[in-house]
């Protein structure tokens, strides 16, 4: 027989409304996209505030939360997947744990206002979103020396695969078929393109890709490395890894098949670009002045944040243009990612708030993936030589 002390369960714990708080917090921070280093600085700082003894680690697909002292302790484990990054809704994160750990908002009401924020709709109509997509990737195009047929070329492919986005999003069962897909999508219709105007396949291919790059998910997974979040950095880089090939198997098939369906059998992505024309210098410039307000818009950043997001990418992109001629091509994308980090962190330091508002889309303005991506075309295009190059700049570069 078992005795009645063994039968008797412990009082259940009432979570009290901080540490309900700091867990909804750590949720939303992780899912909107910031990276371990920072999201475990904030959540010890926040638990400080409300007189919580707390531990915490991050992963980019959970956060454990550790609360209260022996015996009491308790662990929490969320599983959360880092989703798109809405620069928006950070800073309005930021905002109310301000308020609550100032004790100038009740737990619960700052609770109520995290889910508030949480479920809010998109702040742009969707037609505005779409064309500061189309905006940024033909900016893009431009980076890559495109033409204006790969400019027009590379708007309407972006802004369809963004209308297919909204499509998959809707899908639960869709995790990890929307990048092929979309590559697929994207290398097939560059080869109609190119077939039919003569645009550069290569160019429409990755300036249409370029928001799908994982180049700023490699970047912070170097930076969690540096800062010694080691499973989270590792993860990270395995993950964009993961993207990389998922991407380029897409534009595989798409780059053969096109030609196949257009009767151009042992045609390659190269033998199909052609010459194209170049646009004025100073159009590179427009390109400079529109693109990080697009990329912005499709972050879904403040309308107040937009121009301290042009501060930074614009003067990242003229440092490392300006460095590459100064010290070489290898060490300029390094400048210009050092002003990008500079001007992020003295936003933060100035205004309390996060560095990541500036900083990402300043990476992507920098385009750090593209130079992956391209290491692995070259591959794909038979030219050995040029993909290694490729693959030691990214390295380099990274």
Request: one cysteine or more; glycine letters at 10%.
């Amino acid at each position: 027989m078992i005795p009645p002390e063994l039968l008797s369960m412990p009082p259940k714990r009432t979570r009290p409304p901080e540490e309900a708080f700091l867990i909804r917090v750590a949720e939303l921070l992780h899912t909107f996209g910031t990276p371990a280093f920072r999201l475990e600085r904030v959540l010890l700082k926040i638990a400080g505030q409300l007189g919580i003894q707390a531990s915490f680690l991050s992963t980019p697909t959970a956060v454990v939360a550790s609360l209260g002292t022996a015996p009491d302790k308790v662990v929490h484990l969320m599983r959360c997947d880092s989703g798109v990054v809405n620069l928006g809704e950070l800073v309005e994160f930021d905002e109310v744990m301000d308020l609550v750990a100032e004790h100038r908002l009740d737990p619960v009401r700052g609770l109520e206002r995290l889910d508030e924020i949480a479920a809010a709709p998109s702040r742009y109509p969707l037609g505005l979103t779409a064309v500061a997509f189309g905006l940024a990737s033909a900016g893009a195009a431009v980076f890559f020396h495109g033409g204006p047929e790969e400019l027009l070329a590379t708007f309407v492919v972006s802004v369809a695969l963004m209308f297919f986005a909204q499509v998959v999003s809707r899908r639960s069962d869709a995790i990890g078929l929307f990048e092929p897909l979309a590559a697929f999508g994207a290398s097939l219709a560059s080869v109609f393109l190119a077939w039919s105007f003569g645009t550069d396949m290569r160019v429409v291919t990755l300036a249409s890709l370029i928001v799908l790059i994982p180049g700023l998910t490699m970047t912070v997974g170097f930076i969690e490395l540096a800062t010694r979040h080691l499973v989270s950095g590792m993860s990270r880089l395995a993950g964009a890894g993961a993207v990389f090939l998922t991407l380029l198997l897409g534009v595989a098939f798409g780059w053969r098949i096109g030609p196949m369906l257009l009767g151009l059998d042992g045609i390659t992505a190269v033998e199909l670009a052609r010459t194209t024309t170049e646009l004025p210098g100073w159009f590179l410039w427009v390109a400079v002045a529109t693109a990080p307000f697009a990329f912005g818009i499709v972050l879904e950043a403040r309308p107040k944040e937009l121009p301290i997001i042009f501060l930074a990418a614009a003067l990242g992109f003229v440092a490392a243009v300006g460095g590459g001629e100064l010290v070489g091509a290898d060490l300029g994308p390094f400048l210009g990612a050092l002003v990008v980090g500079l001007v992020a962190n003295t936003y933060a330091r100035l205004v309390n708030r996060p560095a990541l508002v500036p900083l990402t889309p300043g990476i992507f303005m920098l385009v750090p993936g593209s130079l992956g991506f391209r290491s692995l075309t070259s591959f794909l295009d038979a030219d050995s030589s040029a993909g290694m190059a490729w693959a030691f700049q990214t390295g380099l570069v990274a």
